[in-house]
């Protein structure tokens, strides 16, 4: 069973899997993580699509790497 992007509890733990969705809760966490300018943009997208195995820490940790 997959997790779901809409309505699961999403935490620094949670690992991305193949159904991962760009969801409001997800866009709610990445925000508390990142502050207020946090956004996605394409290049940001392709990374977290890449299939690597990372967790939404993971992914809030390489965008505050990549806007510092």
Same mark, same amino acid.
């Given at each position: 069973?997959? +997790?779901? /992007?809409? $309505? %699961?509890?999403? #935490?620094? !733990? #949670?690992? =991305?899997? @193949? !159904?991962? *969705? !760009? #969801?409001? @809760?997800? *866009?709610?966490? =990445?925000? %508390?993580?990142?502050?207020?300018? +946090? @956004?996605? !943009?394409? #290049? +940001?997208? $392709? /990374?977290? @699509? ?6 939404? %820490?993971?992914? $809030?940790?390489? /965008?505050?790497?990549? *806007? %510092?």
């Amino acid at each position: 069973m997959s +997790f779901d /992007w809409h $309505a %699961g509890p999403i #935490t620094r !733990n #949670t690992p =991305l899997d @193949k !159904n991962y *969705r !760009n #969801t409001q @809760k997800v *866009r709610q966490f =990445l925000t %508390g993580e990142c502050g207020d300018a +946090f @956004k996605f !943009n394409r #290049t +940001f997208m $392709a /990374w977290i @699509k890449s299939g690597e195995p990372v967790t939404m %820490g993971d992914v $809030a940790d390489e /965008w505050i790497r990549t *806007r %510092g």
